[in-house]
């Protein structure tokens, strides 16, 4: 399926690389522009045969399916460029959270989907957080769902719903690396263990965990209950983080959701309103 790509950072050209490597997608198969123009450069030279539009129109023009990949206040831009360019038949996806799926479904013509991807989709594993518009065709979502599945697990949310669901899935592996780093460097700092293994303990314990939650029937409660054995070690080590970590996840929420307010604010004073 011809698939346009707006925005190759670090988000488009993740999911480029994680759509040939599934071989959901041949290069020949992928159109993209990119503002700086040397990023999508590199990647046409990484893989033979994908192509590099000379603008974000004629990404819009050569694909059925279009993913805008792109921060929040770059999308009035493209936008603007390619409007006029699009038809009732193709399915623009934004990857964006504080762009609502009205406010595209105001300016342009086509289908509109929303998926947020995840970091954790370059290895094809991971959730990818999918809405739909209303003119979305059930033929259309299931190409979207189907092509999506093959780099990770499409869940379907709703748009209310996005933030909180984000900041799990695709803040999450940012949030779980800062911990990993600090656990590792205070193993290093209070006992000597060398740093390398010491990492590699601690993602061989990552994936363990993340198998035992998705494959294993266990909860996060259950799992902490089955290692903290009764007046165990684990236990001393819980005992610290309750009291010191306290209500900071509470925070973490509040925090994120309050930029986020921000940021649909920002994207509103320069799109459309929803329709009612
Ligand atoms: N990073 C993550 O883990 C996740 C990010 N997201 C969302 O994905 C979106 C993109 O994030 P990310 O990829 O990290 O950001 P990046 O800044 O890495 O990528 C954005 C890209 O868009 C390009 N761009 C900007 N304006 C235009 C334009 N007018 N025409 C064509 N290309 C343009 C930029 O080009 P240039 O090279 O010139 O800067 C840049 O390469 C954000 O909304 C983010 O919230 C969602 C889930 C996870
Ligand atoms: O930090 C960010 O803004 C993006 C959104 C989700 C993950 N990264």
């Known amino acids: 399926m011809n ?5 190759t950072g670090s988000m488009g050209s993740m999911l480029i690389e994680a759509f040939l490597r599934s071989e959901a997608l041949l290069p020949q198969e992928i159109t993209a522009f990119n503002r700086t123009s040397a990023k999508a450069e590199q990647l046409a030279q990484r893989y033979p045969g994908l192509r590099i539009a000379r603008s ?10 279009v993913f805008l990949c792109i921060k ?4 009035k831009k493209v936008l603007d460029e390619i409007r006029d360019f699009t038809d009732p038949s193709q399915i623009v ?3 964006t959270s504080p762009v609502m799926l009205g406010q595209l479904e105001q300016l342009l013509n086509c289908q509109i989907a929303k998926v947020i991807p995840s970091i954790t989709n370059f290895t094809l594993g991971g959730a990818l ?8 065709s059930a033929a259309g979502r299931d190409d979207l769902l189907t092509l999506l ?14 933030r909180v669901s984000s900041d799990i899935s695709s803040c999450g592996p940012a949030f779980l690396a800062y911990f990993l780093e600090h656990f590792i460097r205070a193993s290093v700092e209070e006992t000597g263990i060398n740093e390398q293994q010491a990492s590699a303990l601690a993602a061989q314990m990552l994936v363990g965990t993340g198998k035992l939650l998705t494959e294993g029937g266990f909860t996060p409660e259950t799992l902490r209950q089955r ?11 819980l005992r610290l983080m309750e ?7 509470n925070q973490l929420f509040r925090i994120t959701h309050a930029k986020y307010d921000e940021d649909v604010a920002k994207v509103a004073s320069l799109l459309p309103r929803p329709a009612e």
């Open 93 to 95: 996806v934004s990857i």
């Open 129 to 136: 957080l999918c809405m739909f518009g209303e003119r979305v």
């Open 3 to 7: 698939t346009g790509f707006i925005g």
């Open 149 to 162: 599945a093959n780099i990770g697990q499409p869940i379907e949310i709703e748009e209310k719903l996005t």
């Open 56 to 65: 974000n129109k004629e990404v819009v023009l050569e694909s059925e399916i």
């Open 227 to 237: 290692v903290s054995v009764p007046g165990g070690i684990t236990a001393e080590g």
């Open 243 to 249: 009291k010191e970590l306290k209500d900071m996840f």
């Open 72 to 75: 929040p206040m770059e999308y």
